[in-house]
């Protein structure tokens, strides 16, 4: 029998975890440990299992005292937070298992983990079973205060992929779920595309492998068994990779959602594609389908082709985007800028394309290679690979643009301040308004939903220096579409913590990259200037030509 204590490491604050907003609804994070719930539901039954997602507890001597092994997963803009949970494993002389995203793609990032375990569990459990079963110590099994030391050893990803049909019912009951503002579902794995920047390809495979219907309704059963009340993400990379078993799942999820009460507003990830299936969008929205994150990355076709996106060059994005939002599906834009062949003009174009859409939460980044992707491999060819990536796009590139860097920086956080004004997200928000489609999922659910306005007139509607555009943008939404109320509010909510975050976090980094960067060039003529100085210039000629 073992005491494994499972990990979440802390994330630092980011768009995506609209930390501001949960202050305002006396929630901790936005989306749940999923992967580490998964896994849990996958380890032999006689283990004791203990989850700690930083994001929401902390991580105590004692929780480290009970346990026999440490698991821990995250992403790469987690690794901070995974370096204390390696530095506290190795403090108690607890051995260490890493896996998920980052250590599958870059195990050398875990040097003092004692199990990294690549790609996914499924089908190979007994793997991982057994690498913690046999763990020992070398030698005598003491290090030089007497701490065990490990062996290390690298467990590779296997070269098929696990069938999903068997996957169990994730662990949910190990969460603290009141704390969290969604659930998460994964319904299928790989993606049928093959972007040059994307790793989800290079891990789970371009074959789009799903779970069944009942497993889906099963694990929706599970939520609403546990008395969980907020939405539902499903975290799939491409929602729609497998259409021909996405369009058997829809109906049923539909007819749960009516023989329950309709409990549960779903989101996910899609790509632009959907767009040109009617069918496919009405069922999505019956099923309770709101929301769906696009990555739309540009709106030019010479970088959607140089990085092989070949499927959003069949409909024009603003096309698409207005598509979605009038078949009932918000959306949510994943923007990218710093393509081999972006100019200077980009910048206007992509604030263009965005700010006449009715995207309220545009998501842009500088473009990162992230290790393991032809992007990474390409740019390793032509030795411009800098370093690996931080985890966010926020910073400088990890590898050498294309573009002169400081037009690419200044670009960059005039684009991010220009989208991230009040102005301009609550004119997004209005534009949505205008042209959204029936939202079956619209309505006020109980006290929570009330107690969530309350706090937005309190807090948005009072005191934040943006209350003339909430009350417009609740006006308008109660005269043209009163359907979208709630929806208002939610993005009052939201758009707080949007432009706090951009004002106070990404343009002041962008400044420091600026600022970095300013510093690497002046190091570089100085170094550059006094080997010229040392050619002297012959009698009777220029030191300017002669330098020249």
Known sequence: MKNVLLVYPRFPITYWGFQDALKLVNKRASLPPLGLVTLAACLPEQWNLRLVDLNVSDLSDDDLSWCDVV??????????????????????????????????????????????????????????????????????????????????????????????????????????????????????????????FCDI????????????SDQILAELDALRDLGFDGSVFLVDDNFIGNKREVVKLLPRMAAW?????RPY?????????????????????????????????TPSKIALTEAGKGQNLRIEPAEAIATMTRAGLEVMGGFIVGFDSDGPEIFEAQRALIQSSPISLAMVGLLMA??????????????????????????????TPAMDEEALLR???????????????????????????PIPMSGWRGFEDIRYFLKAVLHIGVQSP????????????????????????????????????????????????????AQERRVAEATRRPELSTQRPRPGTSPVLEIA
């Not at 937070?81 to 108690?92: F, Y």
């Not at 959602?257 to 009460?261: E, L, N, S």
């Not at 956080?413 to 004119?427: K, N």
């Open 71 to 196: 698991f821990l997963t995250g992403m790469m803009v987690q690794m901070d937070s995974m370096r204390e949970v390696t530095a506290r494993a190795q403090a108690a002389a607890r051995p260490l298992v890493v896996g998920g995203p980052t250590a599958t793609t870059d195990p050398d990032l875990f040097p003092d983990a004692d199990l990294v375990f690549q790609g996914e569990v499924e089908g190979r459990i007994h793997q991982l079973v057994q690498g913690v079963e046999t763990m020992r110590a070398p030698g005598n099994g003491s290090g030089s205060m007497g701490i065990p030391v490990f062996e290390r050893r690298v467990v590779p990803m296997g070269e098929s992929k696990p069938d999903l049909s068997d996957v169990p019912v994730p662990r949910y009951d190990l969460l603290q779920l009141h704390l969290y503002t969604s659930m998460s579902i994964q319904y299928s794995r790989g993606c049928p595309f093959n972007c040059e």
């Open 265 to 297: 507003e779903l989101y996910t990830e899609a790509s632009i594609n959907l767009a040109s299936d009617p069918a496919l969008m009405e069922s999505m929205v019956q099923a309770g389908f709101s929301t769906v994150f696009v990555g739309i990355e």
């Open 201 to 212: 390809i290079e891990i789970f495979g371009r074959v789009c492998r799903v779970k069944t």
């Open 257 to 261: 959602q009516d023989a329950h009460g």
């Open 370 to 399: 992230l290790p393991g992707t032809r992007l990474w491999r390409r740019l390793e060819r032509e030795k411009r690979i800098r370093g690996r990536p931080g985890g966010d796009q926020f910073e400088r590139c990890n590898f």
């Open 466 to 517: 943006r209350r003339l555009r909430f009350w417009r943008l609740l006006l308008r939404s109660l005269t043209a579409a009163p359907h979208t109320v709630k929806w208002a509010v939610v993005k009052a909510l939201q758009g707080e913590h949007m432009i706090r975050y951009t004002a106070d976090h990404v343009l002041p980094r962008l400044d420091r990259a600026l600022e970095d960067l």
């Open 411 to 437: 670009g960059y956080q005039g684009l991010m301040a220009d989208l991230y004004s009040a102005e301009a997200y609550y004119e997004r928000c209005e534009a949505y308004v205008a042209q959204v489609g």
